[in-house]
């Protein structure tokens, strides 16, 4: 597999690895956050931190959409699925996760939804046209890297005059996130604001991320590894603001562990010499500008939601994306009445801090005894790529947990 | 977040849509995020589209590096 | 195994009646009922098929000698869909597999029976397809298949057909294969490419629509297994890794014999074509499905004349040492990854789904 395989070569980990640990200054640690959870899964699945120094330490980052997406959005996808007459599309990664109740889609699908996992949003628009008595709703879900096919399939949805097509959008953004991040690490901990000894987290209530995070002190980023994909489409400028705004450098990485290690040597670097700006590993793909296209798309379907919760880091405002009010014949949440519920988190469930940068999955209780990938009480057990899973499912072995 | 690789275009078909092979393995895929492409380009596919032409020279180029430094590693 | 007998046909017409209409003809409820129907359905498509001198008899059982030695028995139930695919189909994969798991014990198969829950509406003709191919199957491993049973259930209540197959074998004294023998220092072997069934089926799935020249690799395994007895006295272990691919086999053999598993992930054989088509799905190859694959646990001083054993026979053309078991009372199965980190090569976790993230 040419471009892929070259960058998971041995000899060449070795001399970046190599490389790191020379350059990592002995007295210093190094706090890098992989904001993208395609590269926590790359560093896990890769056995990269056996193979960076002890004062490296890659902190898992927010970057992993089926992990944010609160448990109201699935409780309305799982409405969704199971209204009389509906085909609920889906990416695979969303099938497992559970709502309230613990039921997922692929549990409403056994009792009896219509619920399709796809590969592409594509295949949803062809399944609307070979259903015309059906209404086919597709759960969208993803960063900056998902969204532009979204908008271009409503396009064609209009263009084909389809009535029976719809688009229940949940698709988050990056770099207000990053800032979001960064803003609470500026937070500092006061005893008179703890949360309620006992009481459940609820997912909706904007001052429980703060308190966590009082709870748990501010956490210290030295620097970020930026997402792959996500900068193909949004360029490597959308970040320049965040990180000139809270100095902290950002390498945008590609996908393969050759990259991501030398994004780390990068950050060392750069730390080292006391700069701050953002540089391009992936410059085999990305560019400054990015997709332009993809972002005149985006741009023209799709508009700032003013505020939207993110599971373990509350709400955030312009943090995401809605179907413009042109294209409300195919907004799912215009078309359908959906229920309003609270999510109620296990309450010992440390997924926002986690999700934060602030805790590991190894400081959580329940971790890998109560809270398994068969049995997710929490968001990132759910997803492959959640920071839980990944370490359960790779890393429990060496003590980089 | 995002699962993408690098796919070669093997044949350009109509609707803005084309043929691509991943190591051995066809699929027909959308390009119609993209400005420009031709038959022979590797570009970075993701939910059955194309986000973006690979720079081949720049592939290189960083593979390069690599090597450069394991050599450099080598005589140090 | 002795001579078969061939069905007297013209008897059979008096007795059954007019000829089944399997190219147009499907199963309908009285097939299932044990009238003439079922008759001439297990007459004219299953003895037809697979055609020896015990169905001949056509008793609702099947007698056989005791071969000395201990008896060895499994069975199997297959509900795979699609039912058809590229190297197979759901009748091949029964008779392979239910052979296999009787070789895993070092057991040498000597009969199946063949049970067939049919659902209402089922092309004939693809259960003559179906019938075929378990015969082939069968005469190939030169096993037979001597005993069946026949129901019917309505429409939609079945997925056009369910088989369980229940192999008999016999293992000779003094082989002692078992899940809970691997040690410490122990070689780990594979018999070939690794996920070629699993890709092979998913390749079918409309919704992932890729197109590959990858088949199912579905095979029987007993001719290869006898003769890497032959090579290494002193196998340990031996496991064809179906469901949940090689992952989940090493996992259960870590519990079995209390050990850890080292693998190293570049000596693991797999076809580009299905490492790609992993890639673009998103899956770990370690946990797709195989066929006609097995993995087998020998001493470290019988490993490089077992490997070459197995590289001499057709079943075995490609197989590798792959790992080694080491001590550890966590259990853990671990891998050398291919960019020289160590990571764990956990159980499968629910099914394995193709995702975007």
Known sequence: MKYIEEFRNADYAKTLAKAIAQQAHPGKHYRLMEFCGGHTHTIHRYGLPSLLPGNVEMIHGPGCPVCVLPIARIDKAIALATMPDVILCSYGDMLRVPGS???????????????????????ALTIAEQNPNKEVVFFAIGFETTTPPTAYVIKQAEKLHLTNFSVFCNHVLTPVAMDSLLQMQNVTTHPSSRACEGSPKRSGDPSQARDDVREAGSVNLDGFVGPAHVSIVIGSQAYETVSQKYNKPIVIAGFEPLDVLHSILMLIEQINDNRCCVEIQYTRAVTREGNLRSQMLMAEVLELRSSFEWRGLGFIPHSALQIKSAFANFDAEKRFNLPETAGVEHKQCDCGAILRGQKKPSDCKLFAKVCTPENPLGSCMVSSEGACAAVYAYGRAGAHA | MCLAMPAQITKLLESERALVNLGGIQKEISTALLEHVTEGDYVILHVGYALTRLDEQEAQKTLGLFAEMMQGAATT | MSETKTLESTRIKRIIGPKLNIKQGCIDLSH????????????????????????????????????????????????ISPLFFPGGDIGSLAVNGTI??????????????????????????????????????????NVAIITGDTKVVERGKGDGVFITTTGIGVVADGIMISGDKARPGDKVLVSGYVGDHGVAIMSLRNNL???????????ALHDLVSHMINAAPSLHCLRDPTRGGIATSLNEWALQSQVGFIIDECKIPIRTEVASACELLGLDAMYVANEGKL?????????????????????????????????DPRCFVQLQTSTGGMRMMDWLAGEQLPRIC
């Open chain 3, 100 to 141: 296999n798991d009787i070789a895993m014990s070092g057991a040498k198969p000597l009969h199946l029976s063949a049970s067939f829950i049919l659902e209402e509406g089922f092309p004939l003709s693809d259960l003559q397809k179906i019938a075929t191919s378990m015969a082939t199957a069968a005469r190939a491993a």
């Open chain 1, 101 to 123: 109740g613990q039921q997922s889609l692929l549990q409403a699908k056994a009792r009896g939804a219509d619920v399709r996992m796809v590969y592409s949003v594509d295949d």
């Open chain 3, 295 to 327: 993995l087998a646990i020998c001493a470290p001083e019988e490993s490089d004349s077992l490997l070459t054993v197995m590289r001499a026979h057709p079943q075995g053309l490609n197989a590798a040492i792959i790992g080694e078991v080491v001590h």
């Open chain 3, 32 to 79: 299932g009922s044990g009238g003439r129907a079922s008759a001439q359905l297990i007459e004219q498509l299953f003895f037809a098929a697979f055609d020896n001198e015990w169905l001949a008899q056509k008793n609702d059982q099947a007698c056989f000698s005791i071969k000395a030695g201990r008896m060895v028995m499994t069975t199997d139930a297959h509900v």
């Open chain 3, 209 to 219: 629509r890729f197109s590959t020249t990858i088949e199912s690799d579905t095979a």
